[in-house]
């Protein structure tokens, strides 16, 4: 298996730290507004990641921080007259259900800033001893320059920070380039007590102390969205690397961003749609299907088309799945296998072979996409094809489309494990009903039950054998 590095800027065999391990770290939110698709769409990508890496038969330990106090989040409490405090927690549970709605497995740990204060001021302090960070008029600062290799993530040179770049009056740092390790308090700021007076800590020292306390001076993956490589990864590995004197993260992947008519997706340009939104008119799977459609290191262009034509995709694929138990009703367990079924078990063979491939070639979603609609087609040809369907080698279609389900977050209602429940039993009751009405010609009653079902995610359809029903849930 490969993954791009952005470190090396290559392609790398992906081998963990700790053998039949994977530790993880993705940069949270910081908690000050709803979640849009851009942030979805990060998420998205790394729970797939995850799924892939646990499928494959990796533990994972991942770890997600919550950023709970920050200027944003202070600058929208005093706009709105709310407490931060407050004002975090509501959006750090708006986002728990933004992703619970999404299928994004939860992390194992979500650790928040305020609740690591004092592992940061211990961070900070050794930075401090160690020669890296000095005290200024308003805060600890990491002197950049002493750190030799900074600028290894980004590609940034110093001397591009530099040019017509200027310590601002009022800023008690030494180069325009350092940046605040800790913030000392502001009247009506929220503030702990530290070593260098009442404060807070800064942006970047709360990843290193955080996924260090729980993953270890060193560990396999950091991610996150590919506007966080600079400044806030670079100055991660400066600080982090300076206070353990090791090579911190072995891999680093980053998310493109979502597109907006040519503009990246943003809170600062107002062109976001939020999860929220998104969730009134889309199922969750059609979000992660659209996600996905793309390789998570791409740009992906939002539109309502986009959106619609990932609807119509993931609706097929459910199609063919329930053609799959319809036919295995009436499926003969085989006693031998003619050309159609050799046919259909190897289209199936080798569309598992290359989402695998696509998938170890750095979880290339988009390339994992093909094999899949091949298979679906392959069925309904074969259906299409054969009076009797034999059972073994559409149990093994099935099969496909739960393991790709089970990488990709989707078809999760449909394979839990169920008797016949009693909404299947009332579905056939109003098949019944329906068929009665349309033999009274009262066709515009038997017609509304058909079109009401299809909206709660029931979809009917008139064969010459019957009445038969399927779950489009899309």
């Not at 000095?134 to 320059?145: A, C, I, K, R």
């Not at 569309?351 to 979880?363: I, L, Q, R, T």
């Not at 429940?421 to 009332?426: F, N």
């Not at 098949?431 to 995610?457: H, P, S, T």
Request: hydrophobic share 35%; aromatic share 12%.
């Amino acid at each position: 298996m490969k993954v791009y590095n952005t470190l090396t800027k290559q392609k790398e065999e992906f081998k963990p730290l700790r053998e039949g391990e994977v530790r993880m770290y993705v940069c949270g939110p910081t908690v000050y507004d709803y979640t849009h698709l851009g942030h979805a769409r990060t998420y998205i990508a790394f729970d797939v990641i995850r799924r892939y890496l646990e499928h494959k038969g990796y533990t994972v330990l991942m770890v997600m921080n919550f950023t709970d106090i920050d200027d944003k989040i202070i600058r929208r409490a005093q706009e709105t007259g709310e407490d931060p405090k407050e004002l975090a927690e509501k959006f750090l549970r708006y986002f728990l259900e933004d992703m619970k709605a999404l299928k994004v497995k939860p992390a194992d740990i979500y650790p928040r800033v305020t609740e690591h204060i004092q592992d940061i001021i211990e961070f900070v302090k050794n930075l401090e001893e160690k020669g890296y960070a000095y005290e200024g008029s308003d805060g600890v600062y990491f002197e950049v320059q002493k750190f030799k290799d900074y600028g290894k993530l980004s590609g940034i040179k110093l001397e591009e920070l530099r040019k017509g770049a200027r310590v601002e009056p009022g800023e008690g740092k030494r180069n325009p380039e350092d940046f605040a390790l800790w913030k000392k308090a502001k009247p009506g700021e929220p503030k702990w007590d530290s070593p260098w007076g009442e404060g807070r800590p800064g942006w970047h020292i709360e990843c290193s102390t955080m996924s260090t306390k729980y993953l270890g001076e060193q560990f396999d993956i950091h991610g996150g969205g590919n506007d966080l490589i600079f400044p806030h990864h670079e100055n991660e590995i400066a600080q982090t690397e300076a206070c353990t004197g090791k090579e911190w993260v072995r891999y680093w992947l980053h998310t493109g961003f979502v597109m907006v008519k040519g503009e990246k997706m943003s809170k600062s340009l107002g062109n976001f749609v939020t999860i929220r939104e998104l969730l009134q008119r889309y199922s969750p799977e059609v979000i992660r299907f659209f996600v996905l459609q793309k390789h998570y290191r791409s740009p992906l262009d939002y539109t309502e088309e986009g959106i619609q034509h990932a609807k119509n995709n993931l609706e097929k694929l459910y199609n063919t799945i329930e053609n799959i138990r319809i036919a295995l009703e009436k499926a003969e367990i085989p006693f031998k296998w003619s050309k159609e079924e050799f046919e259909l078990y190897e289209v199936i063979r080798e569309a598992k072979k290359k989402f695998y491939e696509a998938m170890d070639d750095d979880f290339n979603t988009a390339e994992a996409m093909k094999p899949i609609f091949e298979v679906a087609n392959a069925v309904n040809k074969y259906l299409a094809k054969v009076e009797k369907p034999k059972e073994s080698v559409l149990r093994k279609a099935l099969e496909f489309f739960k393991m790709v389900g089970e990488v990709f977050g989707i078809f999760e209602e449909y394979f839990k494990e169920t008797k016949e429940t009693k909404e299947e039993k009332l579905i056939e009751l109003l098949i019944q009903v329906r068929a009665e009405l349309r033999k009274q010609k009262n066709y515009a009653l038997a017609d509304k039950i058909r079109a009401e079902l299809r909206e709660l995610g029931i979809q009917l359809e008139d064969t010459p054998q019957g009445t038969i029903w399927k779950r489009i849930n899309v």
